[in-house]
C-alpha cells in the first residue's frame, strides 16, 4: 500500500487532466463558433450542429461505455477514449468543411464518453474511502477550471492565430495524459462477459438526432412542414421503441423501473429544466457580445469568466450547505437567484455594459455553486444504494441531453424573431448585419430568449415544491 501512495497522486493527476480537456474544449468551441462559421461558410444550424454533435455522441455512448470498461478493463477503455479524442481533435482542426468537421465532432463525442465514463471508477478504486472526497473534489475543480481557461485561451488564440489554433491548443496535454495513463494505470478489473443493448443505443440516439434537428430546422423548414412533422413523429416512433426494448430486454441502457420512484423521476425532471436553462446562457451570450455587439472572441471570453469563476469556491461550499441544511433549500435559493440573473440578462441593451453583463453572470455562478451539488445529491440519493450505478448512469445521460437541448432551444428562441440568415451573417459579421435596425432587432430577440428560458428554471421550482410536499405528506 505505501508504493502505491504516490501513484495514486499521478492517476488523479492523468484522470483530472481529462475532465480538464474535455471542459476547455466544450467551452472553447462555443467562443470560437462565429469564426468557425466564417472560415467554413457556415449557417448558424450548421455551426450549432459543431457543439451538438459532439453532445450527442457523448451521452448515447456514456452508459455503454461503463459497461465496455466492465469487459475488457478500465485502463484500456480510458486510454482508448482518450486516443479517440485526441485524434479526431487533431482531424477538426484541418477539417476543411463543415460535414467533416460535425463528422469529427460525432467521434470526439465517443472517445469523451469512453474517457469520462471511467474516470470516475478509476478514482473510486485508487484511493481509499477516507481520501475519497478530497480526491473527487479535485477532479472536479478541473471542471469549473476549465470552463473558465477556455474562453479566455480560445478567444486569444483565435485572434492571433484563427480558429484552428482552439483544436491543437490540447494535443500536447491530451498525448501526456496518454502516455502517462500506459505506464501508471493498472488494470485490476474483474472481466464479465455481458451483452450490449445495441437496439436501445440505436433507437435512443436516432430519436435525439431526429428530434434535435427538427428543433433546429423548425423555423427554416417551417414548423409544419411535412419535414418538421416527420422528424417529430421519427422521434415518437423511436422513443417509444426504445422504452418497448428497455423493458424487455434483459440489460437494458436504461433502468426503466427506477422511474417508479417520484422523487428520482422528479429529480430528473428537475436536472432536465435546470440543464435547458442553464447552458443556454453562455451560447446566448456569445450570439449577443460577438454576433450583436461585434466584439472580439477575446474579449468576449473575458466578459465570460464571471460565470464560471465564483463556482471554485462556491461548488465546494454549496456541498457543505447541503449536507447541513439538506438540498431541497439549497435548490430553492438556486433556483430563484439563476431566474433574476437571467432577467436581468434579458434588459440588455445594444450598447455593451460591463456592469449589466457582468452582475448577473457573477449571481447565476454563485447560486449554481450553491444549487447544483444538491440538484445531484437530490437525484442520487433519491434511490437505493444497490442501484446508484444505474441511477447515476440516467442521471448524467439526462444531464447531457439536457445541453444538447438548451442550446438547439436557445437558437430556436432567437429565430422566432430574426431569420435565421441574419443569425448566421451577424456571427460572421457581415455588413448588412452591422446595421443599427438589425443590431436591435437581434438584442431585442436575446433578450427575449434570455427571459423564455426562465420557464425552464421555474417548472424545475415546481418540481422542488413537489418534493418538499412530497417528503412533508411521508414524514406525517
Same mark, same amino acid.
Given at each position: 500500500?505505501?508504493?502505491?501512495?504516490?501513484?495514486?497522486?499521478?492517476?488523479?493527476?492523468?484522470?483530472?487532466?481529462?475532465?480538464?480537456?474535455?471542459?476547455?474544449?466544450?467551452?472553447?468551441?462555443?467562443?470560437?463558433?462565429?469564426?468557425?462559421?466564417?472560415?467554413?461558410?457556415?449557417?448558424?444550424?450548421?455551426?450549432?450542429?459543431?457543439?451538438?454533435?459532439?453532445?450527442?455522441?457523448?451521452?448515447?455512448?456514456?452508459?455503454?461505455?461503463?459497461?465496455?470498461?466492465?469487459?475488457?478493463?478500465?485502463?484500456?477503455?480510458? $486510454?482508448?477514449?482518450?486516443?479517440?479524442?485526441?485524434?479526431?481533435?487533431?482531424?477538426?482542426?484541418?477539417?476543411?468543411?463543415?460535414?467533416?468537421?460535425?463528422?469529427?465532432?460525432?467521434?470526439?463525442?465517443?472517445?469523451?464518453?469512453?474517457?469520462?465514463?471511467?474516470?470516475?471508477?478509476?478514482?473510486?478504486?485508487?484511493?481509499?474511502?477516507?481520501?475519497?472526497?478530497?480526491?473527487?473534489?479535485?477532479?472536479?475543480?478541473?471542471?469549473?477550471?476549465?470552463?473558465?481557461?477556455?474562453?479566455? $485561451?480560445?478567444?486569444?488564440?483565435?485572434?492571433?492565430?484563427?480558429?484552428?489554433?482552439?483544436?491543437?491548443?490540447?494535443?500536447?496535454?491530451?498525448?501526456?495524459?496518454?502516455?502517462?495513463?500506459?505506464? #501508471?494505470?493498472?488494470?485490476?478489473?474483474?472481466?464479465?462477459?455481458?451483452?450490449?443493448?445495441?437496439?436501445?443505443?440505436?433507437?435512443?440516439?436516432?430519436?435525439?438526432?431526429?428530434?434535435?434537428?427538427?428543433?433546429?430546422?423548425?423555423?427554416?423548414?417551417?414548423?409544419?412542414?411535412?419535414?418538421?412533422?416527420?422528424?417529430?413523429?421519427?422521434?415518437?416512433?423511436?422513443?417509444?421503441?426504445?422504452?418497448?426494448?428497455?423493458?424487455?430486454?434483459?440489460?437494458?441502457?436504461?433502468?426503466?423501473?427506477?422511474?417508479?420512484?417520484?422523487?428520482?423521476?422528479?429529480?430528473?425532471?428537475?436536472?432536465?429544466?435546470?440543464?435547458?436553462?442553464?447552458?443556454?446562457?453562455?451560447?446566448?451570450?456569445?450570439?449577443?457580445?460577438?454576433?450583436?455587439?461585434?466584439?472580439?472572441?477575446?474579449?468576449?471570453?473575458?466578459?465570460?469568466?464571471?460565470?464560471?469563476?465564483?463556482?471554485?469556491?462556491?461548488?465546494?461550499?454549496?456541498?457543505?450547505?447541503?449536507?447541513?441544511?439538506?438540498?431541497?433549500?439549497?435548490?430553492?435559493?438556486?433556483?430563484?437567484?439563476?431566474?433574476?440573473?437571467?432577467?436581468?440578462?434579458?434588459?440588455?441593451?445594444?450598447?455593451?455594459? #460591463?456592469?449589466?453583463?457582468?452582475?448577473?453572470?457573477?449571481?447565476?455562478?454563485?447560486?449554481?455553486?450553491?444549487?447544483?451539488?444538491? #440538484?445531484?445529491?437530490?437525484?442520487?440519493?433519491?434511490?437505493?444504494?444497490?442501484?446508484?450505478?444505474?441511477?447515476?448512469?440516467?442521471?448524467?445521460?439526462?444531464?447531457?441531453?439536457?445541453?444538447?437541448?438548451?442550446?438547439?432551444?436557445?437558437?430556436?428562441?432567437?429565430?422566432?424573431?430574426?431569420?435565421?440568415?441574419?443569425?448566421?451573417?451577424?456571427?460572421?459579421?457581415?455588413?448588412?448585419?452591422?446595421?443599427?435596425?438589425?443590431?436591435?432587432?437581434?438584442?431585442?430577440?436575446?433578450?427575449?430568449?434570455?427571459?423564455?428560458?426562465?420557464?425552464?428554471?421555474?417548472?424545475?421550482?415546481?418540481?422542488?415544491?413537489?418534493?418538499?410536499?412530497?417528503?412533508?405528506?411521508?414524514?406525517?
Amino acid at each position: 500500500m505505501k508504493n502505491l501512495c504516490p501513484r495514486k497522486w499521478i492517476i488523479l493527476a492523468i484522470v483530472t487532466l481529462v475532465s480538464f480537456i474535455t471542459n476547455v474544449d466544450a467551452t472553447i468551441v462555443i467562443i470560437g463558433l462565429p469564426s468557425m462559421m466564417e472560415g467554413l461558410h457556415l449557417s448558424m444550424t450548421m455551426g450549432l450542429w459543431i457543439i451538438t454533435s459532439y453532445i450527442i455522441t457523448s451521452t448515447i455512448f456514456l452508459l455503454p461505455a461503463g459497461r465496455w470498461a466492465d469487459m475488457v478493463g478500465t485502463k484500456r477503455i480510458f $486510454i482508448l477514449g482518450f486516443g479517440i479524442f485526441t485524434i479526431s481533435t487533431v482531424l477538426c482542426g484541418i477539417a476543411n468543411s463543415g460535414d467533416i468537421m460535425i463528422f469529427f465532432r460525432f467521434i470526439k463525442g465517443v472517445g469523451a464518453a469512453l474517457a469520462l465514463a471511467t474516470a470516475t471508477p478509476i478514482i473510486v478504486r485508487t484511493f481509499p474511502p477516507n481520501q475519497l472526497g478530497l480526491a473527487v473534489g479535485i477532479n472536479s475543480t478541473s471542471w469549473v477550471i476549465g470552463s473558465i481557461a477556455g474562453p479566455v $485561451i480560445g478567444g486569444a488564440l483565435i485572434g492571433e492565430f484563427g480558429w484552428q489554433a482552439i483544436f491543437f491548443v490540447t494535443v500536447p496535454f491530451a498525448l501526456i495524459g496518454m502516455i502517462a495513463a500506459w505506464f #501508471v494505470l493498472e488494470d485490476t478489473d474483474i472481466i464479465v462477459q455481458s451483452k450490449m443493448d445495441w437496439i436501445g443505443m440505436l433507437t435512443f440516439g436516432l430519436g435525439l438526432v431526429a428530434l434535435l434537428l427538427a428543433l433546429s430546422e423548425g423555423q427554416t423548414w417551417g414548423w409544419l412542414s411535412p419535414s418538421i412533422i416527420g422528424l417529430f413523429l421519427a422521434v415518437l416512433v423511436m422513443w417509444v421503441a426504445f422504452v418497448i426494448t428497455e423493458l424487455r430486454t434483459q440489460h437494458p441502457m436504461f433502468n426503466l423501473s427506477l422511474l417508479s420512484n417520484r422523487h428520482y423521476t422528479a429529480g430528473l425532471g428537475i436536472t432536465l429544466n435546470y440543464c435547458i436553462g442553464y447552458f443556454a446562457i453562455t451560447f446566448l451570450l456569445t450570439l449577443y457580445l460577438q454576433g450583436a455587439l461585434q466584439l472580439s472572441p477575446l474579449e468576449s471570453g473575458m466578459l465570460m469568466i464571471p460565470l464560471s469563476a465564483p463556482q471554485l469556491i462556491m461548488g465546494p461550499l454549496g456541498g457543505i450547505l447541503a449536507d447541513r441544511f439538506g438540498p431541497v433549500p439549497m435548490m430553492l435559493i438556486g433556483l430563484i437567484f439563476i431566474s433574476t440573473g437571467l432577467f436581468m440578462l434579458g434588459n440588455l441593451g445594444v450598447q455593451l455594459s #460591463v456592469v449589466a453583463v457582468v452582475i448577473p453572470l457573477i449571481i447565476i455562478s454563485i447560486t449554481n455553486g450553491l444549487s447544483w451539488s444538491s #440538484v445531484a445529491k437530490t437525484v442520487l440519493s433519491a434511490v437505493p444504494r444497490e442501484q446508484s450505478g444505474s441511477a447515476s448512469g440516467m442521471f448524467y445521460t439526462i444531464y447531457n441531453v439536457g445541453r444538447a437541448l438548451s442550446q438547439t432551444l436557445a437558437l430556436a428562441a432567437v429565430q422566432l424573431s430574426v431569420p435565421p440568415v441574419i443569425i448566421s451573417q451577424a456571427l460572421m459579421g457581415t455588413a448588412e448585419a452591422q446595421s443599427q435596425h438589425v443590431r436591435t432587432m437581434l438584442v431585442h430577440s436575446i433578450d427575449n430568449s434570455f427571459q423564455i428560458f426562465i420557464i425552464f428554471f421555474l417548472i424545475a421550482l415546481l418540481l422542488t415544491l413537489f418534493l418538499i410536499h412530497s417528503q412533508r405528506a411521508n414524514n406525517v
